[in-house]
């Protein structure tokens, strides 16, 4: 983020803060995952808390997040506050009772008032309240050049679009010549992610939000007609070879960052991209002369069953508390506020979980989107792969890969994870 950028909304924004007058200085111990850019945004939110309190906040950044806490709640030594990937680590930490009840250090009324009930059910553990979520984003969304839908005279899909409609869309694509969609799953070791996040989607709009809940937490067969048929439907595009942009060998070898390029080439090769909010940043890193909404605009996810058409994914950090002290109650309330999320919205584009950040806060009209969806969502989950244990986590990935190259063995493959299921969720 541009200095400017951040002194002017440190301007606005800290007119609307109420805080806790100075007191002797006394530090908090930050532990994290974001550098550069995230890294600039979370100082600049805590210099205005530190500024009207006295109470320093100190930043520890590692990508072996993991590690660490797993190390340092052992050793004795925890942070007062760690800003976690997902809630899998949550979960465990709360269960091994290492963590703070934050019922006990946030105003409950304002939480309640500022957050929906699917963010306070993800961050509860056996009842009750340890996680608090924010910079999000939003997935699912279905990315397109509007250009090319003019250019091939095809409908623009919408909101309210359901499957059958954008497999319609799609075989109208091939027939005027271009490629329906374009996927790419290759992200090293991570590979085959991109194709969980499909599936996903695919689970949440077929089963719901309770049966998705049982997949992830290894209550659910993956040979079960549940989960099958989940599979199949996602293979209507990448088991057909007319469907996908240079079909599997193309979808095992593109990374992801780069998937979305064959929508904007010239001419394009693709017409339709599957991705979270975030790959916007990647397009235009991309094609910098691209105009948001003009150039490229997204949709939400189609809808499947009708019961489940406002659900969202989302994934999103999440904040769990170590220590109960004064100072870190009063920096755990701030960090709920609008006041301090509107930093991560205007100064990296993540969605914030405080429904009551004003969209003012996004840079373009695509984030603000974004963000609306997600705040008119009436189902949130998390991504379940995330949710999963690791090893259940790991042998997904590789079964997306092993299924782009040959759906035939989709049998054998969820036999495989089902084997993977019953010996690390015993």
């Known amino acids: 983020m541009k200095r400017k950028t951040l002194i002017l909304l440190l301007a606005i924004v800290s007119a609307g803060v109420a805080l806790a007058a100075p007191a002797s200085q006394k530090t908090i111990n930050f532990l994290g995952v974001w550098g550069g850019q995230e890294a600039e945004v979370f100082n600049a939110m805590a210099k205005q808390f530190e500024d009207k309190t006295g109470i320093k906040v100190e930043l520890e950044a590692t990508r072996d997040l993991d590690a660490v806490i797993t190390t340092r709640v052992e050793a004795g030594n925890p942070p007062d506050i760690a800003g976690l990937p997902g809630p899998g680590k949550l979960i465990e930490l709360a269960q091994a009772g290492k963590l703070v009840e934050l019922s006990k250090i946030l105003d409950m009324k304002e939480f309640d008032k500022n957050y929906s009930s699917g963010w306070k059910s993800l961050g509860t553990v056996d009842g009750k309240l340890y996680g608090v979520f924010m910079k999000a984003a939003t997935k699912g969304l279905v990315w397109y050049n509007p250009k090319t839908f003019k250019d091939k005279d095809l409908p623009v899909p919408t909101n309210e679009w359901t499957w059958d409609q954008m497999m319609a869309l ?33 689970f949440l709009r077929v089963n719901g939000p309770d049966k998705y809940r049982d997949w992830y937490e290894g209550k659910l067969a993956w040979t079960s007609p549940e989960v099958k048929k989940v599979w199949e439907i996602w293979g209507q595009i990448v088991a057909d070879p007319k469907m996908a942009y240079g079909g599997s060998r193309y979808i095992n070898s593109t990374n992801f960052g780069n998937a979305a390029s064959p929508l904007f080439t010239k001419p394009p090769q693709a017409l339709l991209h599957q991705q979270a909010s975030f790959i916007q940043g990647f397009i235009m890193d991309q094609f910098p002369t691209l105009k948001p909404v003009e150039d490229f ?11 489940y058409s406002k659900a969202v994914e989302a994934a999103a950090d999440v904040i769990a508390v170590f220590r109960d002290t004064p100072e870190v109650k009063a920096f755990v309330n701030y960090l709920t506020s609008a006041e301090a999320q509107a930093f991560w919205a205007a100064g990296t584009g993540a969605l914030a979980t405080n429904k009551n950040v004003s969209l003012v806060f996004y840079s373009d009209p695509l984030i603000r989107r974004a963000a609306d969806i997600l705040n008119k969502s009436e189902i949130v989950v998390f991504d379940a792969s995330d949710m999963m244990k690791s090893e259940m986590n790991a042998a997904f990935w590789s079964a997306v890969v092993s299924y782009v190259e040959n759906p035939k063995n989709l049998d054998s493959i969820l036999a495989q994870l089902e084997k993977v299921r019953k010996e690390v969720y015993r």
């Open 297 to 307: 605009d997204f949709v939400a996810f189609p809808a499947i069953d009708p019961r």
């Open 170 to 202: 799609s075989k109208q694509a091939i027939a005027k010549g271009i490629s329906p969609w374009s996927i790419g799953i290759e992200s090293g070791a991570a590979s085959g992610w991109v194709g969980t996040d499909w599936l996903e989607n695919i």
